[in-house]
C-alpha cells in the first residue's frame, strides 16, 4: 500500500492535503458551535474537501477558477488563510472578497500570486456562463498574441451537479465545446439540492447529462478519495493545459455538513442518509491510507490538533476584526470613468450627414482598428448580413471571424459572458438583436454583471457594451417593437444610453468603450435609417474619430423664448429617443413657448439640467414610448416633483403609450398605442392653460 500511494502522490502532498481537510473540519466546527456568532448564512466544503483540494492544488497563479459557494476547501488549496475567509463569514470590513457585502465563500481576487477569481452571485449554475467568458478571452488572448503565459492558463469551474439541470449551465456548456475553450466544469454530486434529492431533479447524472454535448471530453471520478481525485485533476488540468480543449469532471462527494447554516441538516435528512454520508468522510479515508502506508499516526493527531489550535485562534481575530464603516455603502457601484467632459470635433468642417446605423458602424470600426482588445459578437452580425438591421454590415469582412462573429441563438451566454471577457482585459462588444428577445439575459444581467462590482469591492467591473435595438418602427409588431428602459432602469450597477442621432450616438458609444463600467446602448430601430416620417434630423454631420460625449449630459435641443419664460407661458418637455422627433413635431405652432430636452443617457441621468429647467418654465411633461405605468418616466416625474415642488405651476404629466401588454402589430392599433406628435400637442395645450 505504501508504495502504490505514494507512486501516485507524494507523502508531502498527502500531508498538505490532510493538514486542509483538518482545518475544514476545525472550522465548520468552530461555526457550528459559535451559531450565535455566526449569524450569516453559511455553508461549508464538508463532504467535499478531498476533490476540491486535489483540484486547488492543479493551479497555478496563471490559472482561472470559480468556485461556488460549497468551495471553502478550493480557496483553502490555492492559498488563503483561514482567517481572511472568517473575515468574509463574518461580513467584516477587511474581507478580502467583498469588504463585508457577500456571503462566506463567495469570492473574488486578482492575487497575483494565486489563480484569479472572478465574481459570481449565489444563483447556482449562472457561473458557468462568466466563466466560460474567461476562457473564451483567454483563447481570444492566444489567438492575437495580446499576452504572454509561461503556462497555458487553465480555467476551473466549479458547481453543483443538480445546478447542471439549469437551462444557462446548457448555454455555457455548448459554447465550450463549439469554441473549443480551455476550461475545466468540475461538477460536485453530493446527490443533494438543499432538499430535493437527485431522484426529483433530474433523470442522470452531470456525466451521462453532457454525453450530447460533440466536443466536450468528460471523466468521472470518486471525490472523497483525495489520491484518486488528484490524480484524475492532474490528468483533467494537463489534458486542457496542452490540447486547450474542455472537459467536464463529474466528481461522486458526499454532504456531511448541512445544505446551509439556514437549511440545517435535521430539517430534510434522516439518519440513514447521514450514516451513509459521514462513512465517506474524505479526510476519515485520506487518515485511514495514510495509516495503512505507514504514516506514524501521532503525526496524524498532531496535525488534527493544530488545525484546530490555527482555526480558533483566526476566529478569535475575525471577531475582534472591524465592521465596516457605514459610510462605504455607496462605494463601488461604478468604478470611475476617465470620460467626464464632452471632447473632440462634433461638426467638422466640410463633413457629410450620416444615418444614425453608419455612426455606430463607423464608431465601432474606429475603436477596433485601434483595439486589438475589441470584439464582437451576437446573433446574425457576422459577415454574412452584418445584423438584421446592417447594423454590423461591413465589420465582419473588415476584422475577420476571430473578432466580429455570430452566436447562437444565447442572449444569456451573449450577455453574460462579457463578465469573464472583461474580467481578463478584453472589450466585448455583443448585440441582442431585439429588446424584446433580452429576457433571457436579465438573470445575467442582474446577478453577475450588475453586481460584480460592488461585491468585489471594486476588483471586478464589467467593462462591456451590451446593443440592443428598440422601439416600435410600423408594424414590428408584439415581438419586435417593444420598450425596456424601465426594466433596465430598475437594475442598480449598469449605465443605459438612449442616443437620438448619429452625432450622438457616435459619441456616446465612444464613451462606453472608454468606460469601465457594463454599457446597455438602447438603439431605436425607427431611427436607424431615418426612415420613419418625421425623422430626418436623427442625421447628422458625422463627428470626428476623436469626438466623445460623456454619460449624463442631456441638451436642450429647442429653446422657448426668454419673454414667455419671464411672463409664465411656457413648459419644457423632458425626452429621449423617438419622443425626440414627436416633441419636435409637436413645439412648431406654439411660437416659443415650450422647450425640449433630450436626455440622451438614462442612468446616468441629468437630473441638475432638468430641474434647472423645470423650475426656470414651472410647468413639465416627461414624455416616453413605454407604457406608461409604472414606468421609468412616473419614476423620474416623481423625483422632479419632489426636487421642484415649490416652483411648479401645475403637477408634471407624463405621456407614453397606452397600458397594453405588448404593441399590435397592425397599423392602426399600434398607432392608438403609442403616443406621437398630435396627441402631445394636445397636452401642452392643456397645460399651458395653467
Not at 446527490?191 to 430535493?196: K, L, R, Y
Not at 406621437?676 to 392653460?689: D, P, R, V, W
Request: aromatic share 8%; glycine share 8%.
Amino acid at each position: 500500500m505504501e508504495n502504490t500511494l505514494h507512486e501516485k502522490v507524494s507523502q508531502d502532498i498527502l500531508l498538505k492535503a490532510y493538514n486542509h481537510m483538518m482545518l475544514a473540519k476545525a472550522m465548520a466546527d468552530i461555526y457550528e458551535e459559535n451559531r450565535n456568532v455566526c449569524k450569516y448564512v453559511h455553508s461549508t466544503s464538508r463532504g467535499h474537501e478531498a476533490i476540491q483540494l486535489a483540484t486547488a492544488y492543479q493551479l497555478t497563479k496563471e490559472d482561472w477558477v470559480s468556485p461556488y459557494y460549497r468551495d471553502e476547501s478550493i480557496l483553502l488549496g490555492i492559498g488563503f488563510e483561514p482567517y481572511q475567509l472568517m473575515l468574509q463569514l463574518l461580513a467584516k470590513a477587511d474581507d478580502p472578497f467583498s469588504g463585508g457585502r457577500s456571503y462566506y465563500s463567495h469570492p473574488s481576487s486578482r492575487n497575483p500570486a494565486m489563480p484569479k477569481i472572478i465574481h459570481q452571485s449565489s444563483a447556482t449554475g449562472m457561473q458557468t456562463i462568466p466563466t466560460t467568458g474567461v476562457a473564451q478571452g483567454i483563447k481570444y488572448i492566444q489567438d492575437f498574441n495580446l499576452e504572454q503565459f509561461e503556462n497555458n492558463p487553465v480555467v476551473v469551474c466549479s458547481l453543483g451537479d443538480n445546478s447542471v439541470t439549469e437551462g444557462e449551465v446548457s448555454e455555457a456548456l455548448q459554447f465550450a465545446a463549439l469554441h473549443q475553450l480551455p476550461i475545466i466544469f468540475l461538477v460536485q454530486d453530493n446527490e443533494w439540492g438543499i432538499s430535493v434529492t437527485k431522484d426529483e431533479a433530474r433523470t442522470c447524472d452531470a456525466y451521462d447529462f453532457v454525453g450530447g454535448f460533440t466536443g466536450l471530453g468528460r471523466m468521472r471520478v470518486d471525490g472523497t478519495d483525495f489520491v484518486q481525485s488528484f490524480e484524475v485533476m492532474k490528468k483533467a488540468v494537463d489534458f486542457v493545459r496542452e490540447e486547450r480543449k474542455p472537459l467536464v469532471v463529474c466528481a461522486k462527494t458526499v454532504l456531511i455538513g448541512h445544505h446551509t447554516s439556514g437549511v440545517r441538516r435535521e430539517f430534510y435528512r434522516d439518519e440513514d442518509d447521514l450514516t451513509k454520508h459521514r462513512a465517506k468522510d474524505p479526510g476519515e479515508i485520506l487518515r485511514n491510507q495514510l495509516l495503512e502506508s505507514g504514516t506514524d499516526e501521532e503525526l496524524l493527531k498532531q496535525i488534527t490538533k493544530k488545525a484546530r489550535l490555527q482555526a480558533e485562534e483566526a476566529f478569535d481575530r475575525a471577531q475582534k476584526a472591524e465592521d465596516p464603516k457605514p459610510e462605504t455603502v455607496m462605494q463601488h457601484i461604478f468604478a470611475p470613468t476617465p470620460i467626464t467632459e464632452e471632447v473632440g470635433t462634433r461638426e467638422p468642417e466640410g463633413g457629410e450627414k450620416i444615418v444614425m446605423v453608419d455612426a455606430a458602424i463607423h464608431a465601432i470600426q474606429e475603436i477596433m482598428w485601434k483595439h486589438p482588445e475589441a470584439l464582437l459578437y451576437g446573433q446574425d452580425v457576422g459577415e454574412r448580413i452584418g445584423g438584421v438591421f446592417r447594423e454590423t454590415v461591413t465589420l465582419g469582412k473588415k476584422f475577420g471571424s476571430k473578432r466580429v462573429f455570430n452566436t447562437a441563438i444565447q442572449e444569456a451566454y451573449i450577455i453574460g459572458s462579457t463578465t469573464g471577457m472583461s474580467a481578463v482585459g478584453l472589450k466585448p462588444i455583443v448585440e441582442v438583436q431585439f429588446a424584446d428577445y433580452i429576457y433571457p439575459g436579465i438573470n445575467q444581467l442582474i446577478t453577475e454583471i450588475s453586481k460584480s462590482n460592488y461585491l468585489s469591492n471594486g476588483k471586478f467591473p464589467v467593462s462591456n457594451i451590451i446593443r440592443v435595438p428598440i422601439g416600435a418602427y410600423g408594424g414590428g409588431g408584439p415581438y419586435h417593437s417593444g420598450s425596456v428602459e424601465s426594466i433596465l432602469a430598475n437594475i442598480k450597477g449598469i449605465k443605459i444610453a438612449y442616443p437620438s442621432n448619429a452625432a450622438d450616438f457616435k459619441g456616446l458609444l465612444k464613451a462606453a468603450y472608454y468606460d469601465p463600467n457594463p454599457v446597455v446602448m438602447l438603439e431605436h430601430k425607427g431611427l436607424y435609417w431615418s426612415k420613419v416620417p418625421g425623422t430626418e434630423d436623427a442625421k447628422t454631420i458625422e463627428p470626428a474619430e476623436d469626438y466623445i460625449l460623456p454619460f449624463g449630459k442631456g441638451k436642450i435641443i429647442i429653446e422657448a423664448d426668454q419673454n414667455e419664460v419671464e411672463k409664465g407661458r411656457s413648459l419644457v418637455v423632458i425626452t429621449y429617443g423617438m419622443g425626440v422627433y414627436w416633441a419636435k413635431e409637436a413645439v412648431k405652432s406654439f411660437n416659443g413657448k415650450v422647450e425640449v430636452i433630450d436626455l440622451r443617457t438614462l442612468i446616468p441621468l441629468d437630473e441638475e439640467l432638468v430641474f434647472e429647467r423645470v423650475k426656470a418654465h414651472g410647468k413639465c411633461i416627461v414624455l416616453t414610448e413605454e407604457q406608461l405605468n409604472n414606468s421609468f418616466a412616473e419614476a423620474f416625474a416623481h423625483r422632479i416633483s419632489k426636487n421642484c415642488f415649490r416652483y411648479l405651476d401645475a403637477p408634471v404629466e407624463t405621456m407614453g403609450s397606452l397600458d397594453t401588454p405588448a404593441v399590435p402589430i397592425n397599423l392602426v392599433l399600434e398607432k392608438e398605442m403609442l403616443p406621437n406628435a398630435e396627441k402631445l400637442a394636445a397636452k401642452i395645450e392643456e397645460m399651458l392653460k395653467y
